[in-house]
């Protein structure tokens, strides 16, 4: 099953039109790098101005709302990302689902939005160190995939982030040995909704993915990407993780 490798920047709140100029320089390492799809989740505010500079990278947003317009102050629709020029958009980030409360069925309303508005997907699921250590992350995460997943989700247009939350931005990682069975276990899962559609459809990892890791991390099988937060935020952080995904490609 040839998957292309697919490695995204998550700028979370971070970058101003100071940066412009990291983002051209992510948009050349993709250039040189045509193995591997790249593309960088910018703040909203920096998603025009960078889909302006970005030629070989896709721009996407962080997050969208479920309804196409209203009284929701302060959100964003689909529409409105794309018309910025994101071509994708992160759904269910942990960040979300802990700090805006998201839950699994708001977070497939908004992938079904997104998609309605022409966007790709990238729904992220992931355990508490809580249940890891009660030895039942794969059953959790399985879980809150599915529940995650909307009816019509198809590799075409969707792709799933496993995103431990005690790894995100905290410099540690699950075991590769762990990832693989994550892996493994959610591909299973997507079988059991998608059926053979599941092979196609990219599962990335996240969660300090860096340049010392991704070799390893993006050798497993069942591994097509990686979802990057703080190594994505320079140019120079990024490359070796690009390169790593152009070399396991
Ligand atoms: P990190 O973030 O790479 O800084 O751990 C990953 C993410 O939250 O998407």
Redo the contacts with the bound molecule.
């Keep these: 099953m040839s998957r292309r490798k697919l490695i995204v920047g ?1 700028w979370k709140m971070n970058g101003l039109l100071a940066q412009i100029g990291e983002i051209e320089a992510i948009d050349r390492l993709a250039q040189e790098k045509p193995k591997v799809e790249v593309g960088l989740c910018v703040p909203a505010t920096l998603i025009h101005a960078a889909s302006g500079v970005a030629r070989s990278a896709f721009i996407g947003g962080q997050d969208c709302h479920m309804k196409d317009s209203g009284a929701h102050t302060g959100c964003l629709s689909a529409a409105m990302l794309k018309e910025a020029g994101a071509k994708t958009v992160i759904a269910g ?1 942990s ?1 979300r689902r802990t700090d805006q409360h998201e839950t699994s069925a708001d977070v497939a309303a908004k992938a079904v939005a997104a998609h309605q508005a022409g966007l790709n997907v990238i729904l992220c699921v992931g355990e508490t160190e809580a249940e890891r250590d009660a030895g039942n992350a794969e059953a959790v995460v399985s879980e809150q995939l599915l529940d995650s997943l909307p009816q019509n989700a198809a590799a075409a247009w969707l792709s799933i982030a496993y ?1 431990p939350i005690w ?3 905290t410099g540690r990682t699950p075991t590769m040995e762990e990832v693989d069975r994550m892996h493994r276990a959610l591909r299973e899962a997507l079988r059991s909704r998608i059926g053979a559609d599941a092979d196609n459809m990219r599962i990335l990892y ?4 860096n340049g010392a890791n991704a070799g390893d991390l993006l050798a497993i099988a069942d591994v097509d990407g990686g ?5 994505s935020l320079t140019a120079e952080k990024f490359a070796p993780i690009i390169e790593a995904a152009s070399a396991a490609g």
Excluded: K, Q
């Design positions: 998550n980030h960040e995103e790894a995100i931005g996240g969660g300090s993915m979802l990057v937060g703080g190594a």
